[in-house]
């Protein structure tokens, strides 16, 4: 068990170097930064919010992303300030497993994710039970996350590679 979270905390920690190496902006035209699949799953599992645990990133195809975790809506809603009425707090308290699949594609320093499927419970969600669960949820959690239109990379970054294997940074400019 000890060795496992050891794993875990080393892949975080690898990770976290190489975020912050992109961050620096230092390196050249064309480098390359590539995170592992382990680097990301121990990152995302560090940085997981309150009412969110087991989380699990897969790349199923080259630029098609899978997240899993098990998601308490209510409590992820009140650990940023959110307190549901008597009925919603019915509807969004306890965990419930969640899967979103997204598809991921870049170039020239921009990208766009588009949300493909979004199971709760194992039953699929869309239309106005997604919109509102993306923005009360997702947008409230993460206010700079961008669905569904283009958006800048920033840090120089050209591109992402989304492979099985893991995620490649292609430093532009």
């Known amino acids: 068990m000890l060795g496992a979270l050891a794993g875990v905390s080393s892949d975080s920690e690898s990770a976290q170097r190489k ?7 230092r ?15 121990a990152y995302v599992l560090q940085e997981a919010p309150p009412g969110v645990r087991n989380t699990r990133l897969q790349v199923l195809s080259p630029g098609v992303v899978a997240g899993n975790a098990l998601i308490d809506f209510g409590k992820l809603g009140r650990a940023n300030g959110y307190e549901p009425g008597w009925l919603m707090s019915k509807l969004l308290d306890g965990e419930r497993p969640v899967r979103v699949t997204a598809h991921i594609e870049s170039s020239g ?65």
């Open 19 to 25: 975020f912050d190496l992109i961050d620096s902006e």
């Open 27 to 41: 390196l050249k035209p064309g480098s390359r930064v590539d995170l592992t699949l382990p680097e990301l799953n």
């Open 109 to 173: 320093g921009h990208a766009r994710v588009d949300v493909q499927r979004v199971e709760i419970g194992g039953l699929e969600v869309d239309g106005r039970t997604l919109d509102f669960l993306i923005h009360n949820f997702l947008l409230a959690l993460y206010p700079d996350a961008v669905v569904g239109r283009p958006f800048e990379l920033g840090h120089r970054i050209d591109r992402l590679d989304v492979q099985p294997r893991g995620v490649g940074v292609i430093v532009g400019r």
